[in-house]
Structures are given as structure tokens and as C-alpha cells.
Nanobody, 116 residues
Framework: QVRLVESGGGLVQPGGSLRLSCAASGFTVSGVFMKWFRQAPGEAREWVAT????????FLGDSVKGRFTISRNNAENSISLQMNALKSEDTAVYFC?????????WGQGTQVTVSS
């Protein structure tokens, strides 16, 4: 059974940092495309970052490039999203996503609020 559990969200001041984690079970994260998305109130879900299988090549959305980093921990079967230089516009619920055999699986999300 595929399961994704996000953690690490919270309240942070502008310019601060947070690290989100996504613990996976029921499959191996190194074998599939893993992604982070986010959704702000009243807005559509937005793609944030992708890490490809095996080699670890990553892609980042333009709005987070240079500030966010996606990584994978094969030993813990998890992925992370390191977020630096946070802005108020980064406020959203962040979701972990796994694409397995053409089907998308989602976690429950973790809230990130950037505010002074």
C-alpha cells in the first residue's frame, strides 16, 4: 500500500528557512519520479520541484529556483525540500507526490506559513 506522509511545516518569518520531509512506504522512492507541489488558498495546485529516479537529477520551478532544494534519502526512503530565503508568497500547503505506473499518489500535505 502506497503511503506518503509529509512533515516539517510551520510558521517562519520572511527570510527564514524550513525543511520539509516526505516519508514513503509501499514503494521505493529511488525508483520513481518524486515531486513537491504547493497550494495557496483559492489558488490552483502548483508544481514546485521534481527529483528523477536513480541519478538524482532535479528540476525546480522558476519561483523557487535558487532558494529551494529537493533531495532524496534512499536509506530512509524519503525525500526532502529545503526551503531558504522564504517569502510571504511561499505560504501554502505543501504536498509530496509520487508517480507510480502512471498513477499519482499524494500525501495529506503540511502547512507552511511565512509571516512576520
Amino acid at each position: 500500500q502506497v503511503r506518503l506522509v509529509e512533515s516539517g511545516g510551520g510558521l517562519v518569518q520572511p527570510g527564514g528557512s524550513l525543511r520539509l520531509s516526505c516519508a514513503a512506504s509501499g514503494f521505493t522512492v529511488s525508483g520513481v519520479f518524486m515531486k513537491w507541489f504547493r497550494q495557496a488558498p483559492g489558488e490552483a495546485r502548483e508544481w514546485v520541484a521534481t527529483i528523477v529516479p536513480s541519478g538524482g537529477v532535479t528540476f525546480l520551478g522558476d519561483s523557487v529556483k535558487g532558494r529551494f532544494t529537493i533531495s532524496r534519502n534512499n536509506a530512509e526512503n524519503s525525500i526532502s525540500l529545503q526551503m531558504n530565503a522564504l517569502k510571504s508568497e511561499d505560504t501554502a500547503v505543501y504536498f509530496c507526490n509520487a508517480e507510480i505506473d502512471g498513477r499519482n499518489y499524494w500525501g495529506q500535505g503540511t502547512q507552511v506559513t511565512v509571516s512576520s
